[in-house]
């Protein structure tokens, strides 16, 4: 009899897996693009400050970086460094806020500019009957002084499911969605409504007990004022959990 977590895990994966080519084929795009990102993602928690006090195995901290490479990977489009701070409400929810940092040039906008923001969280891990599930709900307060002076409010949704493979030992099939969408408008932001669209799929190895890595496709629509823009995307991952 099917319990209620391989219902959720069931309901979760076919969610991810007819989001991506479901948004896909709702717009037609005008312009695609081939490109490859890497991603470094660590986090921990304070518990090296001392060991003896629990409140800092609480406390925890986040450093990203990724760089992005477009226009068939011919030059560096796109840069990010995001660092936060959380805290461990339960054994499986977390909360966090920090900042971020992101240069963005072509193809992924038309008038390159240095973005900043400043994000909020939540993440949710849990493991299922078929795998580890990855939910998180994040918004960011968006600002590009470059281009005018209004805050861009934006909300990001992502699901993932990790499936490991019994067949091989310590490597996953990994399947997430990630939509984004715009809450308001302003001197730079001229619309409300979804703003990408981000489909990967792949396989992942666990390289330690804290160090994992990700490799696959990942299918990028933009939606834009006139042409939308979808990129096929190389996707290398470093995620590190101390």
């Given amino acids: 009899m099917l319990n209620q977590k391989t219902i959720f895990t069931a309901f979760v994966l076919s969610g991810l897996m007819l989001s991506g080519p479901v948004a896909a084929q709702t717009s037609n ?3 695609q693009d081939f490109g490859v990102w890497g991603n470094i993602t660590a986090t921990g928690n304070w518990g090296f400050v001392n060991k003896d006090n629990p409140t800092l195995q609480k406390w925890k901290w986040w450093l990203e970086g990724q760089g992005r490479f477009g226009d068939n990977a011919s030059h560096f489009s796109q840069a990010l460094l995001r660092p936060g701070l959380g805290y461990q409400l339960t054994p499986t929810t ?3 806020a920090g900042y971020a940092f992101a240069p963005t040039e072509l193809p992924y906008v038309r008038v390159p500019f240095d973005e900043q923001r400043v994000w909020q969280q939540v993440l949710y891990r849990d493991k299922f009957s078929v795998g580890n599930v990855q939910w998180r709900s994040r918004l960011e307060e968006r600002m590009a002084p470059q281009l005018g002076n209004d805050v861009g409010m934006r909300y990001r949704q992502l699901l993932k499911l990790s499936v490991p493979l019994s067949f091989a030992p310590g490597f996953s099939w990994v399947i997430q969605d990630e939509v984004f969408v715009l809450l308001n408008t302003g001197d730079w932001i001229p619309r ?12 992942a190895y666990a390289i330690t007990k804290e160090i994992t890595g990700e490799v696959g496709y990942m299918n990028h629509y933009i939606w834009r004022k006139g042409d939308n823009l979808m990129d096929h995307v190389l996707s290398v991952n470093i995620l590190a959990n101390f």
């Fill in 29 to 31: 795009p005008d312009v």
């Fill in 192 to 203: 409300r409504g979804l703003d990408n669209n981000r489909f990967f799929t792949g396989v």
């Fill in 94 to 96: 977390s909360i966090w």
